[in-house]
């Protein structure tokens, strides 16, 4: 096999981070796609959350057997068929007329593909190619959910020009013409199967270099059962149950909460995008952090920011200035940015090796979870649901605190800011 002249895994990098960028796009674009089917049906906005629910279910239904078939089949054949099934389930609920088309359609179908093509599948890769620089790779891959969400006012003017249901045809062909071919020529599971190393060292390296103090290299080949009895295992469990009500109520009604709080939909879109505008410099920041700082360090910090612009939310209302817009998008942005590439490098740190796609499916059904519970909320009492969230982000960096300190053994006090909260599981807010 003739020698690369460049490290492989920096194109890995990049198909992933355009994996991301689509399927953190057509999961926001829900935002403006459910105030059309609420103009179109009639439904109530209780109805058309559960459309949101049955994909956040699909998807984690699926996460352990999509990890399971990363382990064995590899992403060349896995995220292909992820990006046929997203492509199809779009294109086919452009056509739905009935609400179970809805949850056949794009609740099943696009949730089965975005499992196969999301989060799991793209950090078990990542942690073959990368070890020392793991966090930083995987902040670089996942700018691609930052850059993701500016497809929500692209959503918005399809919907206004041609409507939603040429505008969900157009998305999934997007898809079939892109992520399809690209993951299908172009993955490689690892840097050996090429005749390189992780993070690009040479061949004629006698050992890997050192890795860094804050990263903790797994100590043994970790089974699914040794894992399912593990304290990180459940403590990682806790917090991507906490992070996915986190996420289910912010990009459920956000867009919503805009509109009631004096925007237009397009300005609302516009404006929720700028979260993703924030993303796009921070997510590289806190991974490049991780490897630095540490993974728990890093994330309380990413936490405590991310409640700030929560707040920023919920103050907002017809009166309120401009500005403060644009600081609920900067402060929710810069801070949610820290998820990704913290919680991916710290399960990749403690469970990587040949079962790593099989245990972070496992993990994913929690996150899951918390993306499908119903959130329904009546527009004058959205910020209800914000302040609920609240309770779910600070849970997630605690968690993440108990799961990277507990795993070497370490104990101490969280930040009273977010130790003194207490231990929430979002209900439905009516």
């Not at 270099?209 to 403590?235: K, N, V």
């Not at 909460?257 to 700028?274: E, N, V």
Request: glycine share 12%; hydrophobic share 50%.
């Amino acid at each position: 096999m003739a020698r690369r002249p460049f490290f492989y895994g920096y194109v890995i990098v990049g198909i992933c981070f355009l994996n991301m960028v689509l399927m953190r796009g057509i999961l926001a674009s829900f935002s403006v796609f459910n105030v059309a089917l609420l103009d179109a049906f009639q439904w109530s906005r209780a109805t058309t959350a559960t459309i949101a629910s049955v994909n956040g279910i699909a998807y984690s239904a699926s996460s352990p057997l999509v990890g399971w078939a990363y382990d064995r089949l590899g992403p060349r054949i896995l995220m292909p068929l992820g990006g046929l099934l997203i492509g199809v389930g779009l294109a086919l609920a452009g056509g739905s007329t009935t609400l179970w088309q809805f949850y056949l359609y794009y609740g099943l179908l696009v949730g089965l593909g975005i499992g196969c093509i999301g989060f799991v599948s793209n950090t078990a890769l990542l942690s073959h190619w990368f070890r020392r620089r793991r966090g930083t790779a995987l902040g670089f891959a996942t700018m691609g959910l930052g850059f993701g969400i500016l497809i929500v006012p692209v959503a918005q003017v399809l919907i206004t020009r041609y409507g939603w249901r040429a505008a969900l045809v157009l998305l999934g062909a997007t898809v079939l013409v892109s992520l399809v071919p690209l993951n299908a020529v172009l993955q490689r599971r690892r840097p050996e199967d090429i005749g390189q190393l992780p993070d690009g060292d040479p061949m004629t390296a006698a050992a890997p270099a050192a890795a860094s103090p804050h990263r903790r290299a797994p100590h043994r080949e970790w089974t699914l059962p040794a894992a399912l009895s593990s304290f990180p295992f459940w403590a990682i469990a806790m917090g991507h149950l906490a992070l996915g009500v986190g996420l289910s109520l912010m990009y459920t009604h956000a867009v919503a909460h805009l509109i009631h709080g004096g925007l237009d939909p397009l300005a609302a879109a516009s404006a929720f995008s700028l979260v993703g505008v924030a993303r796009i410099p921070g997510t590289a920041i806190w991974g490049f952090a991780s490897d630095r700082l540490g993974r728990d360090r890093a994330y309380r910090i990413g936490t405590l920011i991310t409640l700030g612009g929560i707040g920023m939310l919920m103050a907002l209302g017809p009166e309120a200035p401009r500005w403060w817009f644009v600081a609920f998008a900067v402060l929710y942005g810069v801070g949610h940015s820290a998820g990704n590439p913290t919680f991916g490098s710290t399960i990749a740190d403690i469970f990587g090796g040949k079962n790593v796609g099989t245990i972070f499916g496992f993990l994913e059904i929690t996150f899951g979870i918390g993306v499908g519970m119903p959130v329904s909320a009546r527009s004058e009492r959205v910020s209800r649901s914000t302040a609920s969230s609240i309770t779910a982000w600070a849970e997630a960096a605690r968690s993440m605190w108990r799961c990277v300190n507990g795993s070497s053994g370490r104990r101490g006090a969280l930040p009273n800011s977010v130790s003194n909260l207490p231990l929430v599981i979002v209900s439905p807010v009516q």
